[in-house]
């Protein structure tokens, strides 16, 4: 299924027609050099292209009174001097002959870009539109917001497709205070906003922005506000907010739908938002929420006003949703102190309503150490002076580098005789191993290696690692005779090369232990029920949760947790993914960890499976394949102590290593 686009020029047709400092970096070329940029990218001829479409009044007054509709009706009679009049009623924002017109596009192409998601016509889609919508109200416009286009796309999804439970991302740099008023008493929509903040000292210095705002009556929970309390946030603050609250949260709330009130004045450059992300950024944000609700996400463009960051955080949102792998980020830091501070604040208001928040009994918060930060070589506090003096519109960034998707999106190795499911190109070599290879694994296996099946299919996986690293290949699947002998194989050959690094994720237990050396070329993450008798170190990690990988919402949060920032800061080429026998991994856990590893390496994530787990063949090449993985079953049962205890003591005890495991502000130190 493919990726929609909805745009329609029309919308470019209002702009200021006085004078208003605030108003003045909301322009018509916001949408043309984004839709231009996905032109000449040439991801606007992949994408189903979908007409906008105006709103009717009754989709308008779904969120918006009678009153406020018929006021913003009068609007394109009205002469300079009316408009201005009329404007002054509302806070930054400005109005035009044609900008209810457009306004009503803008939200007909917010529910096109629905029902087109909805009804399984395309798997995902961006809709491109102006006047943008999070800030405007019931009975007022606000923010350069007239309709509040994402708000009524959820009641819309709601009315016409029950859709029980819809998941609202606004990854903007402002708060969407239009949003949060419309649902902050409805449990069906969960709404999430980070916005800079400073206190209340930036726009709209609203009190109820701040992150104790949790949402009212049966609502109490499904508001999250995530302040930003100072300016250049960067790529690490975005993640850990994703790793240890946004993505844990989405999880247990199990979404049917997601909205992305996708504002891209969060992106460095931005006059707005003064933050030090780079677009490619919003490459993993959307991958990380492309396997929730069945892959079923809408993203609806809010803000963004810095004409060269803008067109490429949009060209890497739409790049991902069409399937392509995301780009390594590199050289991930330490979140910042304010940013730590503002995510506990936050995740200690919550916790009573989700239980993947809530803290391991026994372990009180202050268990994090002073020297942390510092030891970690986090910033802790940002001091580079140089950023500070630099205006927004100065900041340099390096072009996103090109996603080039190999031309082979995965290919297996299977035992002999059986068909390659659809899609997947099969390998098989006759090519004999290489001596070296065979003497290493004969000190190791010797008893195996009697059974002249055990080698059989090893050649084969040779020739897929070698196609993998040079690009012809981008991800793979073989079922072995011995995952342990095959993983040895692979790290072996890998190894040899001087500077890599391969994320290794064991699940199941049994001992993995030869290989995973201190060297740093490897970072082995082992999930298992079983206590490992290796000893936890900086690139072995076992995790030992109670009912193993049979449990959800353990394996869950170990896989956000720890998992995904472990990961994310390793920055691996390559991530083997090894399934050891009789693992007992359930099935939609198991999707759900094949789909989200993608975001690693440039997508080179190679499955290793023991024969006899021909079952899992068929799911897991479906999602390397770029399915979306299904929805896991909801409600997600509350992890256990046990397990929640394991991974908060991996993780204090890791992240001093790990600085993207941090979680809490030094200030509880
Ligand atoms: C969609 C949106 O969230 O990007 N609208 C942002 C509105 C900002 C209003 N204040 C501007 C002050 C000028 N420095
Ligand atoms: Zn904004």
Redesign the pocket.
């Known amino acids: 299924m493919g990726t929609a686009l909805v745009y329609d020029e029309e919308m470019t047709k209002y702009k200021l027609l006085w004078v208003d ?2 108003c003045k ?1 909301e322009v018509p070329e916001r949408l043309t050099v984004s839709y231009e940029a996905l032109v000449k990218n040439g991801l606007c001829q992949r994408c189903v292209s979908i007409p906008a479409r105006e709103a009717t009044e009754a989709e308008i007054l779904l969120v918006h009174s009678e009153e406020y509709l018929e006021g913003v009706k009068k609007t394109p009679y009205m002469t300079l001097e009316d408009l201005k009049e009329f404007t002054l009623q509302y806070g ?1 924002v400005y109005f035009h002959p044609n900008i209810y017109h457009c306004a009503k596009l803008a939200v007909g192409s917010a529910l096109q870009l629905c029902d087109s998601v909805m009804t399984g016509k395309v798997r995902n889609g961006m809709a491109l539109v102006r006047p ?1 919508g ?2 405007s109200m019931r009975s007022a416009a606000s ?3 007239v309709f509040n286009n994402v708000a009524i796309a959820a009641r819309y999804a709601k009315q016409k497709y029950g859709v029980k439970r819809v998941l609202i991302v606004d990854w ?3 708060h ?1 205070q239009g949003v949060q008023y419309c649902f902050e008493d409805d449990p069906s929509v969960l709404y999430f906003s980070w916005h800079r903040y400073e206190h209340q000292k930036f ?1 709209p210095n609203l009190r109820e922005s701040d992150y104790d705002n949790v949402g009212k009556e049966d609502g109490a929970g499904f508001n999250i506000n995530v302040p930003w309390n100072k300016v250049g946030m960067k790529n690490s603050d975005y993640l850990s907010v994703f790793f240890h609250l946004l993505l844990p949260v989405a999880y247990e709330f199990c979404p049917e739908l997601v909205l992305v009130c996708a ?1 891209f ?1 969060s992106a460095i450059g931005d ?2 938002g003064e933050m030090c992300a780079s677009p490619d950024i919003f490459a993993h944000l959307t991958h990380l929420l492309m396997n929730l609700a069945g892959g079923k996400l809408c993203a609806v463009l ?3 006003y810095n004409l060269t960051s803008l067109p490429q955080s949009v060209c890497q949102t739409v790049q991902t949703l069409l399937g392509d792998p995301p780009t390594r980020l590199s050289d991930l830091g330490a979140p910042c102190e304010s940013a730590l501070e503002s995510l506990q604040c936050v995740r200690s208001a919550h916790r009573q309503y989700w239980s993947c928040l809530r803290q391991a009994a026994g372990l009180p918060d202050s268990h994090v150490s002073a020297k942390r930060i510092r030891s970690a070589g986090g910033e802790g506090e940002r001091t580079e002076v140089g950023e500070e003096e630099k205006s927004a519109e100065e900041q340099a960034w390096p072009e996103p580098p090109q996603r080039v998707s190999p031309p082979v999106r995965c290919a297996l190795v299977l035992p002999g005789g059986e068909a390659p499911p659809d899609g997947c190109e099969q390998i098989s070599s006759r090519e004999e191993l290489h001596p070296l290879m065979l003497t290493k694994l004969r000190e190791h296996f010797q008893s195996e290696l009697d059974n002249c099946s055990a080698l059989a299919s090893l050649p084969s996986l040779m020739t897929l690692v070698e196609k993998m690293e040079k690009n012809e290949i981008r991800n793979g699947l073989a079922v072995v005779h011995s995952v342990t002998m095959a993983m040895m194989c692979v790290l072996q050959h890998v190894g040899d090369a001087p500077s890599s690094r391969t994320l290794v994720v064991c699940v199941g237990g049994g001992s993995v232990g030869s290989h995973a050396r201190e060297d740093g070329k490897t970072l082995t993450v082992q999930i298992s029920s079983e206590d490992t008798e290796k000893p936890t170190g900086k690139f072995y990690v076992p995790v030992h949760l109670k009912k193993g990988c049979g449990d959800a919402s353990g394996f869950m949060q170990a896989l956000l947790g720890l998992l995904l920032p472990l990961g994310y800061q390793y920055n691996p080429d390559l991530v083997l993914l090894v399934q050891m026998p009789n693992a007992g991994v359930c099935g939609g856990v198991w999707q759900q960890l094949v789909g989200v590893l993608q975001g690693f390496a440039q997508g080179h994530v190679l499955v290793l499976m023991q024969e006899g787990e021909q079952a899992r063949v068929g799911p897991t090449a479906s999602t390397l394949l770029g399915d979306p993985a299904p929805p896991l079953e909801h409600p997600l049962q509350a992890p256990l102590p046990e397990d929640v205890e394991a991974v908060e003591t991996l993780r204090s005890r890791l992240q001093s290593d790990w600085s993207l495991l941090q979680n809490t502000g030094e200030s509880t130190a």
Request: glycine share 22%; charged share 25%.
């Open positions: 400092p605030a970096i930054d943008p999070h800030h923010g350069f917001c903007d740099v402002h969407g726009w504002g004045d006059p707005e809010e803000g963004g």
